[in-house]
């Protein structure tokens, strides 16, 4: 097996560049074919992992050392680009959150992960989210696609000068908490339609909206906690903001991974879920910002091939 490695070295405010050293000197010691490819900017590793998937590789894996946004690039790359075979991915975490790894059971610990990747002999179909809007345009998530709360707070946590210091610290989690509070008290409520093949629904106080591929978001907080990266299976969590104290308790919940237990939360699971909100607010894809644009989006589910053992114990 040969391993095309994609790393993005200022991801985790530099850890990706430790990572990748330690993964260089692990592979050479092993003796192992392995190339390094080196993304300086947003947007090249979807461009290198684009070159791969046209070369028609065989007997080769990419490996992926960088944040959720590089891991992001590369499969967006792979997915929209024509491949008999599909190049399989596999992942060693080196960024702030790293939600991927925890709703895959991948290892933060960048050698155990890598010994995942050599340890695994069979390809791992994971699901992917899939969306298009009202204007055609069309992407994917790996771990979620917010709107409202959520995505206001990657929108303040990613403008931060604090984020950078708290990254360096390993305290990347507490850049998140930080400027939820803020946002608790200026972010304004919307409106939201939900269509399922069974129901429509329409809240008018909502807060959080949520589609999720697996149970994690913001560093480790629970927001879908009976999703799984497995199942072609999508799970949309609507919060509303009724009262101000019953919505206080309903933050909590969220904070502590509890969110889809609180009565002003709402959950719809499928294969395909559509939702509608005005007006304009932010939004985010697996960390990544959107901007503030009113949403129409159909969500839908596609497969991809990882080669990484999970380890859900750890």
Request: with cysteine; charged share 15%.
């Amino acid at each position: 097996m040969h391993y095309e490695i994609i790393t993005n070295p200022v991801s985790g405010s530099g850890k990706g560049q430790q990572i990748s050293r330690k993964v260089q000197q692990s592979l050479h010691q092993k003796r192992l074919s392995f190339h390094i490819n080196v993304s300086h900017h947003a947007g090249q590793p979807r461009q290198i992992a684009q070159q791969f998937a046209r070369q028609s590789l065989t007997n080769t894996c990419i490996i992926v050392i960088g944040g959720d946004g590089t891991l992001h690039e590369v499969i967006d790359g792979l997915l929209n680009t024509h491949q008999k075979s599909p190049l399989p991915v596999a992942y060693i975490p080196a960024g702030t959150g790293n939600d991927f790894a925890r709703g895959y059971g991948i290892s933060r610990k960048p050698l155990i992960a890598l010994q995942q990747i050599l340890d695994a002999h069979h390809l791992h179909w994971i699901n992917v989210g899939h969306f298009v809007n009202s204007h055609h345009q069309s992407g994917i998530f790996l771990n979620n696609f917010g709107t409202g709360f959520d995505a206001a707070i990657v929108h303040r946590t990613n403008t931060s000068r604090v984020k950078k210091f708290l990254n360096q610290h390993h305290l990347g989690t507490l850049s998140y908490v930080a400027k939820a509070i803020g946002v608790l008290i200026h972010q304004p409520s919307f409106t939201v339609q939900v269509i399922t093949p069974d129901q429509t629904e329409t809240f008018q106080q909502a807060y959080l909206v949520v589609t999720s591929n697996h149970p994690f978001i913001g560093g480790g907080i629970q927001v879908a906690p009976d999703e799984s990266i497995d199942r072609s299976e999508l799970e949309l969590v609507v919060l509303e903001k009724k009262h101000f104290i019953t919505f206080l308790g309903s933050i909590i919940m969220f904070a502590v991974g509890k969110v889809t237990h609180s009565r002003h939360a709402y959950v719809f699971r499928g294969s395909q879920l559509k939702y509608s909100i005005s007006p304009a607010q932010h939004g985010q894809i697996d960390g990544e910002e959107l901007g503030c644009h009113p949403f129409n989006l159909t969500m839908t589910c596609q497969k991809y091939p990882f080669l990484e053992e999970s380890n859900h114990t750890e």
